[in-house]
């Protein structure tokens, strides 16, 4: 608990209209998309970066936990302050975009900027920020880069790893850092940077961000196609994947979440298909676009599409993508709960991972659908359970993360480890690896005062 001590000297810091006590405020930052609830002791919202300074050093000094919290978006109970103390809420006021360098190409944000905020802002300058997670409405950069988020464009254009250039970060001591410049080479000094983006708040804040920027595509077109099966639907991927064009994203639907879509939209999908893929290409010139249609449409082909449509309008393109777009809330028709992963594998082991899946699904008798992100090898599978079989699903979970890995995988290609996936880590990682995390951990962190219990350490 912070007696009134410690929460009378925090005030001084941020001033009262910034720190709470009051049970309307532990309650609001008590959860995430998990759903799961911890009730901090105090939230506080720091104005600045000297504020998460004064602030992290003398929890430091006290002994007081503390969890950075974005927009609360997660899905792995990242921002859940398992141990009480303080959410340190970035969003009231570290909320802005501070530069965007039109001659170097970048931009500089603090942590609490909406990731479609920024695209938005971007592009009035005919610059791209790819990395578009599907929260992006309402996910922050801060919480994109502790978690290394991904999206559907990551097929062509990769995730927020691939962007981040430099940042500035607190130490659990209160120190400030620097890593990474805005020089598109620096080989001085180990990757900090590096080891920040995706440590899900475990070793230090982030204060400021600076993104790379690329020129953005002037057109894009949009395509579905339907198999038969979902393992030609596999075959097809990575092979369009290896025949030379590079589709911006290469979304995929199996037959359960395309029945579960169109038993509660009733949009015309072909309910008896196998598995749908859904994919856009982008660039600048018309003759370059077509060229990647023909030879999709024929990789397509060779491998089980029986239909291949290219959007004609934007509504068409809406059409298309709306199924993708509406996958997930579609299949709580499967379930009471719904156990949602997002494990990755190499493209080539996609026919594999889904047929071991569908081996698992028969095994327990459970539902699990999946779509996701096939282009980068990143399928959401959702194993649904009536809430008297959750320990089922869990054996089913764990059955597939140990396949996934099989396959030379990884148990998450966006939403992190964080709390719910903590304990499955000694599957994708042996001892010494995890004694390397602790070890990192403790260079950082050493009274352990930032995120603990995350990530398994």
């Given at each position: 608990?912070?007696?009134?001590?410690?929460f009378?000297?925090l005030?001084?810091i941020?001033?009262?209209?910034?720190?709470?006590?009051?049970?309307?405020?532990?309650?609001?930052?008590?959860?995430?998309?998990?759903?799961?609830?911890?009730?901090?002791?105090?939230?506080?919202?720091?104005?600045?970066?000297?504020?998460?300074?004064?602030?992290?050093?003398?929890?430091?000094?006290?002994?007081?936990?503390?969890?950075p919290?974005?927009?609360g978006?997660?899905?792995?109970?990242?921002?859940?302050?398992?141990?009480?103390?303080?959410v340190?809420?970035?969003?009231?006021?570290?909320?802005?975009i501070?530069?965007?360098?039109?001659?170097?190409?970048?931009?500089?944000?603090?942590?609490?900027?909406i990731?479609?905020?920024?695209?938005?802002?971007?592009?009035?300058f005919?610059l791209?920020?790819?990395?578009?997670?599907?929260s992006?409405?309402?996910?922050?950069?801060?919480?994109?880069?502790?978690?290394?988020?991904?999206?559907?464009?990551?097929?062509?254009?990769g995730?927020?790893?691939?962007?981040?250039?430099?940042?500035?970060?607190?130490?659990?001591n209160?120190?400030?850092i620097?890593a990474?410049?805005?020089?598109?080479?620096?080989?001085?000094g180990y990757?900090?940077?590096?080891?920040?983006?995706?440590?899900?708040?475990?070793?230090?804040?982030?204060?400021?961000?600076?993104?790379?920027?690329?020129p953005?595509p002037?057109?894009?077109?949009?395509?579905?196609?339907?198999?038969?099966?979902?393992?030609?639907?596999?075959?097809?991927?990575?092979?369009?994947?290896?025949?030379?064009?590079?589709p911006?994203?290469?979304?995929?639907?199996?037959?359960?979440?395309?029945?579960a879509?169109?038993?509660?939209?009733?949009?015309?999908?072909?309910?008896?298909?196998?598995?749908?893929l859904?994919?856009?290409?982008?660039?600048?010139?018309?003759?370059?676009?077509?060229?990647?249609l023909?030879?999709i449409?024929?990789?397509f082909?060779?491998?089980?599409?029986s239909?291949?449509?290219?959007?004609?309008?934007?509504?068409?393109?809406d059409?298309?993508?709306?199924?993708?777009?509406?996958?997930?809330?579609?299949?709580?028709?499967?379930?009471?709960?719904k156990?949602?992963?997002?494990?990755?594998?190499p493209?080539?082991?996609?026919?594999?991972?889904?047929?071991?899946?569908?081996?698992?699904?028969?095994?327990?008798?459970?539902?699990?659908?999946?779509?996701?992100h096939?282009?980068?090898?990143?399928?959401?599978?959702?194993?649904?359970?009536s809430?008297?079989?959750?320990?089922?699903g869990?054996?089913a979970i764990?059955?597939?993360?140990q396949?996934?890995?099989?396959l030379?995988g990884?148990?998450?290609?966006?939403?992190?480890?964080?709390l719910?996936?903590?304990?499955?880590m000694?599957?994708a990682?042996?001892?010494?690896?995890?004694?390397?995390?602790?070890?990192?951990?403790?260079?950082f962190?050493?009274?352990?005062i930032?995120n603990?219990?995350?990530?398994?350490?």
């Amino acid at each position: 608990m912070i007696d009134k001590r410690h929460f009378q000297n925090l005030q001084n810091i941020v001033t009262a209209e910034n720190i709470y006590i009051d049970k309307a405020h532990l309650r609001a930052y008590s959860y995430d998309a998990t759903r799961e609830h911890f009730s901090p002791d105090c939230v506080i919202f720091p104005r600045d970066e000297d504020d998460i300074s004064k602030i992290l050093s003398y929890c430091n000094q006290h002994n007081i936990k503390i969890t950075p919290r974005g927009a609360g978006s997660g899905f792995t109970g990242g921002a859940l302050p398992v141990n009480g103390g303080i959410v340190l809420a970035l969003e009231k006021h570290m909320n802005k975009i501070l530069e965007i360098d039109l001659k170097n190409m970048v931009a500089v944000v603090q942590p609490g900027v909406i990731n479609k905020t920024l695209q938005n802002e971007v592009e009035k300058f005919d610059l791209f920020y790819p990395p578009d997670p599907a929260s992006e409405n309402y996910s922050s950069i801060g919480g994109n880069v502790s978690e290394n988020a991904g999206g559907m464009r990551a097929a062509k254009y990769g995730i927020t790893k691939d962007y981040v250039m430099a940042l500035r970060a607190v130490l659990p001591n209160g120190k400030v850092i620097r890593a990474g410049k805005k020089t598109i080479k620096d080989v001085a000094g180990y990757n900090i940077a590096g080891i920040l983006i995706a440590s899900e708040g475990t070793l230090a804040i982030i204060s400021e961000i600076t993104l790379k920027l690329i020129p953005k595509p002037k057109l894009t077109k949009t395509i579905m196609g339907v198999f038969d099966s979902v393992n030609s639907a596999m075959n097809a991927v990575y092979k369009t994947m290896a025949s030379g064009v590079s589709p911006v994203a290469m979304e995929f639907l199996d037959k359960l979440t395309i029945q579960a879509v169109e038993k509660k939209f009733n949009i015309g999908l072909a309910k008896d298909a196998g598995a749908l893929l859904i994919s856009d290409v982008d660039g600048n010139l018309e003759l370059d676009l077509n060229l990647q249609l023909e030879i999709i449409e024929k990789v397509f082909k060779e491998n089980g599409c029986s239909e291949f449509k290219i959007a004609k309008n934007q509504k068409e393109v809406d059409d298309i993508w709306f199924a993708r777009k509406n996958a997930s809330q579609s299949i709580a028709m499967y379930g009471e709960k719904k156990l949602n992963e997002d494990i990755t594998v190499p493209r080539s082991k996609l026919p594999k991972l889904l047929e071991e899946i569908d081996k698992i699904s028969k095994k327990y008798d459970l539902k699990i659908p999946c779509f996701g992100h096939t282009g980068d090898g990143n399928v959401h599978t959702n194993v649904m359970v009536s809430l008297d079989k959750l320990e089922i699903g869990h054996k089913a979970i764990e059955e597939i993360f140990q396949i996934t890995v099989d396959l030379g995988g990884t148990l998450s290609g966006e939403h992190g480890i964080g709390l719910s996936k903590a304990p499955f880590m000694n599957i994708a990682f042996n001892e010494a690896e995890m004694e390397l995390f602790r070890s990192i951990k403790r260079a950082f962190d050493p009274n352990n005062i930032l995120n603990p219990g995350k990530m398994g350490l």
